[in-house]
Each structure stands twice: as C-alpha cells, then as structure tokens.
C-alpha cells in the first residue's frame, strides 16, 4: 500500500500472473480500467511484467507525463458513483 489510496502489486515469475488481496473498497487498475470490489482476493496479469497500480475509488492521483517534449501534469480522478468529467 501507498497511502490509504494506492496499491502497488509486483508482478513477476514465468506466468506474470499473481493473486492478490484487494483492501475493502472499489478499486480500479490504472492501466486498464479493471474495476473490482475490495476484501476479496483477485488474479491479475501484467503483459510486460510491469508493477500493477490499484487505485481506491474517491481517490485523485495526479500524473505526468510528456508529448511532444512538452511536461504536462494531468488529474485522474477515480469517483465513488459512476459519473463522468469533460474538459
């Protein structure tokens, strides 16, 4: 765990596969929008062998990133209810 927030699964082994606890809550996998409910156990794959994110529904997280050689800083936000936001 990072924070109450952020959970951090590393994924690894010949199958890039692992079972995983998910705290209580509704949690969202970063890359691919997997939602899954907490106080459960759950199997997760990782393509490349790349730590897994797992982020509490109601949390924001900021990230960076570059495009085109410009820096900018971008706000996901990951709602309780399903809701959206336009910009």
């Known amino acids: 765990m990072l ?13 890039n596969t692992r ?6 809550g509704i949690w969202t996998e970063l890359h691919t929008d997997r939602i ?7 199997e997760v794959e990782s393509k490349n062998g790349a730590a897994l994110l797992f982020l509490r529904n109601g949390s924001i997280v900021p ?18 209810l399903a809701a959206e936001f336009f910009c």
Not at 63 to 80: I, K, Q, R, T, W
């Open 19 to 24: 079972r995983v606890y998910l705290p209580m």
């Open 63 to 80: 990230l960076a990133s570059v495009s085109n050689g410009d820096e900018c800083m971008s706000l996901h936000y990951f709602p309780d």
């Open 36 to 42: 899954s409910r907490g106080k459960e156990y759950v």
């Open 3 to 15: 924070g109450d927030e952020i959970l951090v699964v590393p994924v690894g082994g010949p199958s």
